[in-house]
């Protein structure tokens, strides 16, 4: 690693303070590229790795089959902490109505695009027999911010500070100029699967941050890329564990971290990695235990309802709507007549009919706009799991009842809570 010393001269300064307009020096940060193997650790951060990646390894190994419908709740946590990081507010019911209707405002749909660019991560980018390309990772990031075009910086950036000039900024990247030949030793470690995927996710994550190679969206590409190294090396098959809700817990320890990586200290940034890793697998295996008992429950209500009013069968048969609405709300929270009808091949009339059923039964609540229109269904129970995850992972994991984070989404409402744990 070395510093490059550059001016600060702004051309255009209207815009600017008086104070960000003084030109001056400062330092930008290249760091060194990564060899393809991974380096050697001392014991403790070796230690913390493997204690992580047998973690993950067994949460994945529980869960098996249940990831398949938990992964797009736990990559919408995930989304919704990288927003937090960032500064931006959403929960994950505005979030869900905003992915379906493709509307709502600018947070929710920047939130959305983090959503699906993370999903196009891992499918495209976790097979193990293609190479990562820059030009993937400059797709990644265009999907995140389809706004910006596509392509990295050719200008200086930097990160924190309180003003728009990079004197005063908390960290400044390398020049533009060094920007491509860092991303292509980059993407050639991440096309690399051999030693520990704890570790090679840990620095990719880092180095990727530090060379923070577009203009915006450096963070969600980043985060999204600790799920790529994870599942190309197979260390997940299953699930998808939102490692950077528990960064969101603990901003200014994320940056300290970032900070210790960049000054050659790895062994710190690996062990808080690894210890962000152990609990957000753990609380991916009680997400998933929370919402196979949530489905128990609901169709037991489900049941009681229908009994209450007489309906026949009191058991719907083993195809009715109504049960497969009930079996994917935890893939699909909100729904609409539209969506019921084309995910289900049924008719709009017998879509309604079994929203109807679900709201009336209390499983469902009827979300409607600023007029009054209904809109949508929501699952609101399945959906206040997914807010007291991702409270849970930026606590430390566990319950949040007596421990609450300092931000990030409130308390879903009682009547969303019902009998479910807070945390």
Same mark, same amino acid.
Request: hydrophobic residues 40%.
């Given at each position: 690693m070395y510093y490059v010393d550059l001016l600060w001269s702004p051309e255009d300064a209207a815009h600017l303070s008086r104070r960000d307009r003084a030109p001056g020096r400062y330092r930008a940060y290249v760091p060194e590229e990564l060899p393809p193997e991974l380096p050697r650790l001392s014991r403790e951060a070796e230690e913390a790795a493997s204690d992580a990646l047998a973690v993950l390894s067994r949460a994945d190994e529980r869960i098996g089959t249940r990831g398949r419908y938990l992964n797009h709740l736990?990559?919408?946590?995930?989304?919704?902490?990288?927003?937090?990081?960032?500064?931006?507010?959403?929960?994950?019911?505005?979030?869900?109505?905003?992915?379906?209707?493709?509307?709502?405002?600018?947070?929710?749909?920047?939130?959305?695009?983090?959503? /699906? @660019?993370?999903?196009?991560?891992?499918?495209?980018? +976790? #097979?193990?027999? &293609?190479? %990562?390309? *820059?030009?993937?990772?400059?797709?990644?990031?265009?999907?995140?911010?389809?706004?910006?075009?596509?392509?990295?910086?050719?200008?200086?950036?930097?990160?924190?500070?309180?003003?728009?000039?990079?004197?005063?900024?908390?960290?400044?990247?390398?020049?533009?100029?060094?920007?491509?030949?860092?991303?292509?030793?980059?993407?050639?470690?991440?096309?690399?699967?051999?030693?520990?995927?704890?570790?090679?996710?840990?620095?990719?994550?880092?180095?990727?941050?530090?060379?923070?190679?577009?203009?915006?969206?450096?963070?969600?590409?980043? /985060? @999204?890329?600790?799920?790529?190294?994870?599942?190309? +090396? #197979?260390?997940? &098959?299953? %699930?998808? *564990?939102p490692i950077s809700t528990v960064f969101a817990g603990d901003v200014d320890a994320y940056i300290a971290g970032l900070t210790s990586y960049r000054a050659r200290n790895v062994d710190a940034w690996v062990i808080g990695f690894a210890q962000a890793t152990e609990i957000a697998a753990s609380n991916a295996v009680r997400l998933a235990d929370d919402i196979a008992r949530l489905d128990d429950a609901l169709l037991q209500q489900l049941l009681a309802y229908r009994r209450s009013q007489g309906l026949a069968p009191e058991s719907p048969r083993a195809d009715a709507?109504?049960?497969?609405?009930?079996?994917?709300?935890?893939?699909?929270?909100?729904?609409t007549i539209d969506s019921v009808a084309e995910a289900h091949s049924v008719s709009r009339v017998a879509a309604n009919n079994a929203l109807t059923q679900l709201a009336d039964a209390r499983i469902l609540g009827r979300s409607k706009d600023h007029k009054g229109r209904l809109v949508c269904w929501t699952a609101d129970k399945h959906l206040a799991l997914v807010a007291l995850t991702e409270r849970s992972n930026r606590v430390g994991g566990g319950d949040t009842a007596n421990k609450k984070p300092r931000q990030g989404p409130p308390v879903p409402p009682g009547d969303a809570l019902g009998t479910l744990r807070e945390g």
């Amino acid at each position: 690693m070395y510093y490059v010393d550059l001016l600060w001269s702004p051309e255009d300064a209207a815009h600017l303070s008086r104070r960000d307009r003084a030109p001056g020096r400062y330092r930008a940060y290249v760091p060194e590229e990564l060899p393809p193997e991974l380096p050697r650790l001392s014991r403790e951060a070796e230690e913390a790795a493997s204690d992580a990646l047998a973690v993950l390894s067994r949460a994945d190994e529980r869960i098996g089959t249940r990831g398949r419908y938990l992964n797009h709740l736990l990559i919408r946590s995930e989304s919704i902490s990288s927003s937090w990081i960032e500064g931006n507010r959403v929960t994950p019911k505005k979030l869900a109505i905003a992915e379906l209707l493709r509307q709502g405002n600018r947070v929710a749909l920047d939130v959305v695009a983090n959503v /699906r @660019a993370t999903e196009e991560a891992i499918e495209a980018l +976790a #097979d193990r027999e &293609r190479t %990562i390309a *820059v030009a993937d990772l400059e797709h990644l990031q265009h999907v995140i911010e389809p706004s910006l075009a596509p392509g990295i910086r050719v200008e200086q950036n930097w990160v924190g500070g309180n003003g728009w000039s990079p004197l005063r900024a908390d960290f400044v990247p390398p020049p533009e100029t060094e920007v491509e030949r860092l991303l292509a030793n980059l993407t050639a470690f991440l096309t690399e699967t051999g030693g520990n995927p704890i570790v090679r996710a840990a620095l990719a994550h880092a180095q990727f941050e530090t060379i923070h190679p577009f203009i915006d969206g450096n963070g969600r590409t980043g /985060r @999204a890329l600790i799920h790529t190294v994870l599942k190309r +090396a #197979d260390a997940l &098959r299953h %699930i998808l *564990v939102p490692i950077s809700t528990v960064f969101a817990g603990d901003v200014d320890a994320y940056i300290a971290g970032l900070t210790s990586y960049r000054a050659r200290n790895v062994d710190a940034w690996v062990i808080g990695f690894a210890q962000a890793t152990e609990i957000a697998a753990s609380n991916a295996v009680r997400l998933a235990d929370d919402i196979a008992r949530l489905d128990d429950a609901l169709l037991q209500q489900l049941l009681a309802y229908r009994r209450s009013q007489g309906l026949a069968p009191e058991s719907p048969r083993a195809d009715a709507v109504v049960l497969k609405i009930l079996g994917r709300l935890s893939r699909d929270p909100v729904v609409t007549i539209d969506s019921v009808a084309e995910a289900h091949s049924v008719s709009r009339v017998a879509a309604n009919n079994a929203l109807t059923q679900l709201a009336d039964a209390r499983i469902l609540g009827r979300s409607k706009d600023h007029k009054g229109r209904l809109v949508c269904w929501t699952a609101d129970k399945h959906l206040a799991l997914v807010a007291l995850t991702e409270r849970s992972n930026r606590v430390g994991g566990g319950d949040t009842a007596n421990k609450k984070p300092r931000q990030g989404p409130p308390v879903p409402p009682g009547d969303a809570l019902g009998t479910l744990r807070e945390g």
